[in-house]
């Protein structure tokens, strides 16, 4: 009896969460398929009825991956655009703690940017856009004449922070993490315009 579109969707999502997990903490080359099928706790024929290789789970997970970053609906639906912007960033610097749920797409796959297989390295540079464009997107409707520009110093900013943040022991982790907070909020805040209250 064949599975339901339902039950065909559930496993793919398990696969994805599981891949995008792995691959956001070390990278494509250090994961193998066995690990995220392991991790999804499935076996080899799920992933291929799926997916035709690692090369299209990697671009497939990593935008699953993204797709929990900037933009992404808050909660709180209720939030004032201050702190919606706020959670953003904070959301963003909290995939720097240890086992974080939704570890940072970016931060661990600085080597898939220069990665030799070619589809791998679309896939970071798309994600990275990615993550750009969602953040322009809000800084233009906030006003921000150089949004664009805004977005991607602030999301270097944020990769490399999650990134260095990962290497430092507690206490002096969070300790590095807010300084970083602070000043990425900062300096948006610096360009951010008709604001009543600081961020």
């Excluded at 150089?146 to 977005?151: R, V």
Aim: hydrophobic residues 35%; charged residues 25%.
């Amino acid at each position: 009896m064949p599975y339901s579109p339902k039950h065909k969707e559930q496993t793919r999502l398990r696969i994805l969460q599981a891949a995008a997990t792995l691959f956001c903490s070390n990278g494509f080359d250090r994961v193998t398929l066995n690990q995220i099928m392991k991790q999804a706790n499935m076996t080899h024929g799920a992933f291929y009825a799926h997916f035709s290789g690692k090369s299209s789970l990697y671009e497939a997970a990593l935008k699953f991956a993204t797709s929990k970053g900037f933009g992404a609906r808050s909660k709180k639906q209720t939030e004032t655009k201050d702190t919606h912007l706020k959670a953003l960033i904070s959301r963003y610097l909290s995939w720097s703690r240890p086992n974080s749920e939704a570890p940072s797409p970016l931060e661990f796959l600085v080597t898939d940017a220069a990665h030799q297989d070619e589809k791998v390295r679309q896939t970071y540079q798309e994600c990275f856009d990615n993550l750009v464009d969602r953040l322009a997107s809000i800084l233009s409707r906030r006003g921000v004449q150089e949004s664009k520009s805004l977005a991607e110093e602030t999301v270097i900013a944020l990769v490399g922070t999650v990134s260095i943040a990962r290497s430092i022991t507690e206490p002096l982790r969070e300790e590095f993490i807010n300084r970083a907070k602070l000043r990425i909020l900062k300096r948006l805040d610096q360009d951010l315009v008709g604001l009543n209250a600081p961020m």
